[in-house]
């Protein structure tokens, strides 16, 4: 296994951040698939509705966070063996990702915010969020809504994509290039970086 220079692995904190994210979007996946197949209206769609809600903000403030410590705390190099254009297409994908874990969250606070319903947000039931100004009082507001809502879909599947092809590509290095691409992301194992 070819090993990253001095065998560099990600921080503790960034590999806490990549897999606690990792979960919540793919569970964020999973209920949003599941609740669109709900009977609309119901009791328990209007609950998977806010229980969405309250997960895309969690996602928006957790990638916020995986940010502001990535700012701080450069990754580990990417393996000699790489071709300039497998780094580009690793940073970009990276960039990518980051972008749709900010945009996803805040196109569907958007919608949620123009909706004509006007439904409060109560994160987890608990805790109240405003609604992005501006986005009330358009002549057809159910027209801005629904192209909000449409937005929001295209970019989740984007992302799912874009996760896929991730995955892919961890696998790759891991099974048939036998780098340590995804061992320095995996908890439990070797040294941390800073």
């Given at each position: 296994?070819?090993?990253?220079?001095?065998?560099?692995?990600?921080?503790?904190?960034?590999?806490?951040?990549?897999?606690?994210?990792?979960?919540?979007?793919?569970?964020?996946?999973?209920?949003?698939?599941?609740?669109?197949?709900?009977?609309?209206?119901?009791?328990?769609?209007?609950?998977?509705?806010?229980?969405?809600?309250?997960?895309?903000?969690?996602?928006?403030?957790l990638t916020a966070l995986r940010l502001a410590?990535?700012?701080?705390?450069?990754?580990?190099?990417?393996?000699?063996?790489?071709?300039?254009?497998?780094?580009?297409l690793a940073v970009t994908s990276h960039h990518?990702?980051?972008?749709?874990?900010?945009?996803?969250?805040?196109?569907?606070?958007?919608?949620?915010?123009?909706?004509?319903?006007?439904?409060?947000?109560?994160?987890?039931?608990?805790l109240p969020w405003p609604h992005i100004p501006?986005?009330?009082?358009?002549?057809?507001?159910?027209?801005?809504?629904?192209?909000?809502?449409?937005?929001?879909?295209?970019?989740?599947?984007?992302?799912?994509?874009?996760?896929?092809?991730?995955?892919?590509?961890?696998?790759?290095?891991?099974?048939?290039?036998?780098?340590?691409?995804?061992?320095?992301?995996?908890?439990?194992?070797?040294?941390?970086?800073?």
């Amino acid at each position: 296994m070819e090993r990253s220079p001095q065998g560099a692995r990600y921080s503790s904190v960034a590999i806490l951040l990549h897999w606690l994210i990792a979960l919540v979007i793919i569970g964020q996946f999973w209920l949003g698939f599941h609740m669109t197949g709900q009977k609309p209206g119901s009791a328990e769609q209007f609950a998977n509705f806010q229980l969405h809600k309250s997960i895309g903000i969690t996602i928006l403030m957790l990638t916020a966070l995986r940010l502001a410590w990535r700012l701080g705390h450069r990754p580990p190099p990417l393996p000699d063996h790489m071709s300039r254009l497998e780094r580009r297409l690793a940073v970009t994908s990276h960039h990518g990702l980051y972008l749709l874990m900010f945009v996803i969250p805040l196109s569907g606070w958007a919608l949620v915010s123009a909706s004509p319903l006007k439904l409060p947000i109560l994160l987890y039931s608990r805790l109240p969020w405003p609604h992005i100004p501006g986005l009330q009082g358009f002549a057809d507001q159910k027209a801005v809504a629904d192209g909000l809502g449409e937005t929001h879909e295209i970019l989740a599947i984007l992302m799912l994509l874009l996760l896929l092809v991730h995955v892919a590509a961890a696998l790759r290095h891991h099974l048939l290039l036998k780098d340590d691409i995804l061992i320095r992301m995996l908890p439990f194992v070797g040294k941390r970086g800073p």
